[in-house]
Every structure is written in C-alpha cells, then in structure tokens.
C-alpha cells in the first residue's frame, strides 16, 4: 500500500509501506480519510518521543471494511485500544487503561496510509446519509465531547445558564463549541487570536469569536475550556474563570506553568485535566454528529494523501483557515466526500 511515513523532524514521505495484517478480532479498513492533529503536528516536529520514526501518523480515521465481519460497512474508527481488563476498563474509564494502544504509536500504525488493521469493537458504523468528511470528525469532536460532559458534571446544579469559554480555534476548541451547545449550555465563545480562522469560524460555522482582549473584558466565565495547553493559554483560563467555576484543560501544547495556582486555592477553582474520550463518549459524540445536533461539520478541506507533507507545512506556517484538513487516499473513491 502507500502511506505518508515519518521518517524524521519535518520529514515525511510518500512511499510504498507493508499492507497491515489483522490479528484475531480485528478487520481491515480500506482508509477513505484521515485528519491532521496537533498530536501528529508534535511528531512531525520531533517533539513526541512516543511517536520515533520510520511510522505512519493519523488516528482521526473513517473508511470502509473490506475484509472480516460487516465487509462493505463503513466506519468511524475509535483508535484508543484498551485491555479491557484492567480497573480502569471495568470502570468504563477506557482512556485511562494503563495498557491502551493507539493507531499512530507503536506497535499500531497510522492511518495516513492506504489501510489500517482494528478490532470489530473499535468501530462505529456510519449511515448512508452521512459523509465521510462528517465521519472522520468524530475522533477529534468526541474529545471536546468528554471534556464538555466532565466540565458540566463538575458545575454540578450550577451549570444551567453558565458562560462558557473555548480557548482555540482549530478542531479540538470548534468541536468542545458545537459539543457545549449540544450538550445544553448556549451562550458560548470561542479565543482564536488567528484572523483569518476567526473569520473561518464566524461566517462558516456561525461561531461567536473573540480576540484575547476581548475575551478578557467578557470575563467572567464558568466553564473555560483550554482546547491549546501553553502557558499562556492556561494562564487567560485562570485569570478568566469565575470563583467556583471549572476549567477543562484538553490541549497538549506544553506542560510548563501557566496557572495561578493560589487564586484556584482561594476561590475554589476546579481544574480537569481531560484525555480523549471514554467508548461511551465516542458512541455518544458519532450519534450527535449523525442526527445533526451539532450542525453541518462542512468545515474541513480535503488534500490528497501524496501531497501530505505539504500540508503538514502549511499548518505550521498558519496558513490555514479551515479547523481541519482531512488527507484523502489516492486509491481511495469516496462518499459524497
């Protein structure tokens, strides 16, 4: 098969790659897209030793079965991989299963290639009615989904009428803002310093948009939710929430400093730390998407898989626009894409 491989900082190439082999339980999917995360942004960086080359990125994947149980179904593909025995997974608490594997770490190849091999109960079925390009969100959407549902248990009986605040703009933060609405809470902003994304999110998805110093003088909100993770992002949520109120920190841009430690001790500040999704969270987050409660979800753009790195480059260079670029198999057709 082809697949986009990492072979290094800002190195990856378009090249002939094995054919995944299925293990007993699992099937192979024919890929029809696969979407660009941060977390795949940090290894093409380098920056994620949890991900060393030569290795296929991608997790944010839909296709269709082509070998094994329901060949010929398309699916959305969970790519969190539990035992399944383990305390946390007899909690149904999956994400946290200390032996979880992941497509695009070893030993489970990514889904920027041709086919990937998963386990049958790792799949969610997609309906006639429902385009590839909405099924390869619900990855990155289910995300935002989990924290938004942890934010609002933490809010406890104050979360009815609470102000809500999504730091960033790109897929995490515009899907944490569709999941807060349809989860109950409405009036919802969203930080994106980035003008011509800002733009993006207002007139494309009807998103309220604020700059930082906007933000700032909207301030307080109950719920924050960090969809970034650098310091200074953490910093405008601890200066932002209201006392009592709760941030959801789901970004992974760094771990250094960045809260006000004392001011979340004397005003009783909850902070959540939140990571993917439980196998609930993602069964709940593809219905939503699939019955239409968070919109149209027409705000990707699509490329070709062989010019990958090209898109890679353009994200970095924040030459983007779109919250999502979604890379699209040569060999692959597609459904109404």
Request: with cysteine; aromatic share 6%; proline share 7%.
């Amino acid at each position: 098969m082809k697949a986009l491989v990492y072979n290094g900082p800002e190195k990856l190439d378009y090249q002939d790659f094995p054919n995944p082999s299925p293990k007993e339980g699992e099937v192979l999917i024919q890929i029809a897209l696969c979407g660009i995360c941060g977390s795949d942004m940090h290894a093409y960086l380098g920056h994620d030793e949890r991900r060393p080359a030569p290795l296929i990125l991608g997790h944010e994947v839909t296709g269709t079965i082509v070998s094994g149980a329901k060949t010929g179904q398309r699916v959305a593909v969970n790519p969190l991989v539990p035992c399944g025995e383990c305390a946390a997974c007899q909690r149904k608490q999956e994400n946290l299963c200390p032996n979880r594997q992941i497509i695009s770490m070893p030993p489970r190849e990514g889904g920027f290639a041709d086919y990937v091999a998963m386990p049958v109960g790792n799949l969610v079925d997609v309906p006639d009615h429902v385009p590839d390009s909405t099924a390869a969100l619900v990855e990155p959407i289910a995300c935002g989904w989990h924290a938004v549902r942890l934010g609002i248990r933490a809010l406890g009986d104050f979360w009815n009428g609470a102000r809500a605040l999504v730091i960033g703009g790109g897929a995490i933060g515009t899907g944490a803002a569709l999941a807060l609405k349809a989860q109950g809470i409405s009036e919802v902003s969203v930080v994106e310093p980035n003008s011509q994304r800002a733009a993006f999110l207002e007139k494309s998805i009807g998103l309220k948009v604020l700059t930082p110093e906007q933000a700032e003088a909207e301030q307080p909100f109950d719920l924050i939710i960090d969809g970034v993770g650098y310091a200074a992002t953490r910093q405008m949520a601890s200066a932002s929430v209201r006392p009592g109120g709760v941030i959801a920190h789901i970004g992974l841009g760094s771990g250094e400093s960045g809260l006000d430690i004392r001011r979340m001790t004397l005003q009783e500040i909850t902070f959540i730390g939140t990571y993917t999704y439980t196998a609930e969270d993602f069964r709940e987050t593809a219905k939503a998407m699939f019955d239409g409660r968070l919109g149209a979800l027409d705000w990707v753009e699509i490329r070709p898989l062989s010019k990958g790195a090209t898109a890679f480059a353009d994200l970095r260079a924040g030459q983007v626009a779109s919250p999502k670029i979604l890379l699209k198999p040569d060999t692959t057709g597609d459904k109404n894409v």
